[in-house]
């Protein structure tokens, strides 16, 4: 099961920083084992960030994003009670989503 | 593709996917989400990515900024600050030329998000970083910037 996406809003007067953490290896398929053996790659490739259940950004990645993605956006209009939530979906098919609050 | 896409964003989601949403197959943010763009992402040039993503080649645009270290020690991870001044920009994508897929990411904006993003990359090795802007009338524009890699991060 994929570890939770930790999602935070910095309200900062009209425009807020959002920052996504996505916890992935973001195995390349480049790197070798022990044995010498490729790694197959699984890598993360949609997400889309909702606010309040309407998407805003939708987001297409490569194996070359580094391993943990980690994302800062910027938007206006958010404020305290908002919803945000995160969503993706990796090469495997697997897929994890979480939602935070806007404190 | 993103024709279907953008009916599904514009309304009727709600009320096509509503009877699916009890099911645990069928998330209603992943069931949105694009399709992953698979000639842009696999293309191994970054000429044939820029090709495969819809941007010709142009002159650099000044509007575009990119802010990232001149000198990376650790390709593994390097931090990249990207936005657009452009009016209506819809999307960043992010290139690095020397990479053996070159096309990093490309993130679409709507609503009230700026056209701004903070990102980290592996880079295989010192390359030109482009990204790349589309605006709502369909214009794309490029700026790019040159980052020194000392260890490489595509074998980390």
């Known amino acids: 099961m994929a570890e939770q996406i930790k999602i935070r809003a910095l309200l900062q007067g009209e425009i807020a920083d959002i920052r ?8 390349t398929g480049q790197r070798r084992n022990e044995q010498g053996q490729l790694l197959p790659s699984h890598f993360i490739q949609n997400f889309t960030v909702n606010l309040n259940g309407k998407p ?6 490569n194996t070359s ?9 910027r938007s206006r209009g958010i404020k305290a009670g908002d919803k945000l939530s995160v969503a993706w979906t990796d090469n495997l098919g697997e897929k994890r989503q979480d939602e935070v609050t806007v404190g | 593709m993103q024709e279907l896409r953008r009916t599904w964003l514009k ?8 009877p699916l949403l009890g099911s645990s197959l069928l998330l209603p943010q992943a069931a949105r989400a694009a399709e992953w763009n698979r000639p842009a992402f696999t293309a191994r040039t970054i000429n044939e990515a820029l090709k495969a993503y819809g941007a ?3 002159g650099e645009a000044r509007d575009i900024q990119i802010t990232a270290p001149e ?3 650790n390709g593994a991870k390097v931090d990249i600050e990207i936005s657009s001044n452009l009016a209506n920009t819809r999307s960043l994508a992010v290139f690095a030329d020397k990479n053996p897929l070159p096309l990093c990411a490309a993130l679409d904006f709507s609503g009230p998000v700026l056209p ?3 990102l980290q990359l592996k880079l295989a090795e010192s390359t030109r970083i482009r990204v790349v802007a ?6 794309t524009h490029v700026a790019w910037r040159d980052i020194k890699v000392t260890l490489g991060g595509c074998g980390a």
Do not use: R, V
């Open chain 2, 116 to 118: 701004y993003a903070k």
């Open chain 2, 56 to 58: 010709p080649a142009t």
């Open chain 2, 11 to 18: 309304g009727g989601s709600a009320m096509l996917l509503s």
């Open chain 1, 20 to 27: 996504i953490l996505m916890q992935h290896p973001m195995e």
């Open chain 2, 71 to 73: 000198i990376s020690e």
């Open chain 2, 134 to 139: 589309k605006t709502a009338d369909g214009k």
């Open chain 1, 56 to 61: 805003i950004i939708d987001g297409q990645l």
């Open chain 1, 65 to 73: 994003i580094a391993k943990n993605p980690l994302f800062t956006f």
